[in-house]
């Protein structure tokens, strides 16, 4: 909560006002399915939860950060916000349609990770859907600082980074059904490091 706390305190908006690459490909997905509610867990300061509300949907943001939840009152009115940490989910016991997850399960360590994704498979719908992107092991950052556990690094003080393959990715998700899963490539622009390139990998399952 500190770190990102003081990151949204210091940057804002950090990674501008417009939606991921990552998201317009997961909204081509959500269209082609009957969707209505969505989950964004690790919501930040909105820019997800304005993009999907603002195509229609009723969103639900789950952000660990008191500053960044300050930040998408002012720009985000349509979604609803949940000050909490993704771990201990659920904050009710509402079930969604959907749940998009930007970039947050690599900040997990193994157990932390087992135990997310068990409680967003609890928050679905029966047939319900998840989009989750993450980084791979074909990220530049790959292997830098200290090793965690397998292929999980301290890439900044404090905070753990995983690195996954398609197999573990895979894995991760065995409980589910893959419908989509790919790398897909997100240009950023912003900090100390400026223009920059993550090689994502992202997967889109049902419930089944």
């Known amino acids: 909560m500190e770190y990102w706390n003081s990151r ?8 501008g006002t417009k939606p991921s690459t990552t998201a317009i490909y997961a909204l081509k997905l959500f269209k082609k399915y009957n969707i209505n509610k969505i989950l ?38 349509k979604s609803k916000m949940i000050l909490g940490s993704v771990l201990d989910m659920p904050f009710s016991n509402e079930q969604y349609d959907a749940i998009f997850c930007f970039n947050v399960l690599h900040l997990l ?38 090793k965690i556990e397998e292929n999980t690094f301290e890439s900044k003080p404090y905070r753990p980074t995983h690195y996954f393959t398609e197999k573990d990715l895979l894995d991760h998700f065995k409980a589910f059904s893959v419908i989509d899963t790919d790398i ?10 400026g223009a920059h390139v993550h090689k994502l990998r992202y997967i889109f399952a049902a419930k089944t």
């Open 8 to 15: 949204f305190l210091d940057k804002g908006k950090i990674w």
């Open 40 to 77: 964004i867990p690790g919501a930040g300061y909105g820019r997800h939860t304005k993009f999907f509300s603002s195509n229609n949907y009723e969103v639900t943001g789950i952000e660990i950060s008191e500053v960044a939840i300050k930040i998408s009152k002012k720009f985000d009115s």
């Open 109 to 146: 360590v193994e157990n932390q990770r087992a135990i997310f994704l068990a409680k967003c498979y609890n928050q679905l719908q029966d047939n319900g859907f998840v989009f989750f992107s993450v980084f791979s092991e074909l990220e530049e950052s790959f292997g830098k600082g200290a």
């Open 184 to 193: 897909i490539e997100e240009k950023e622009k912003h900090g100390e490091l």
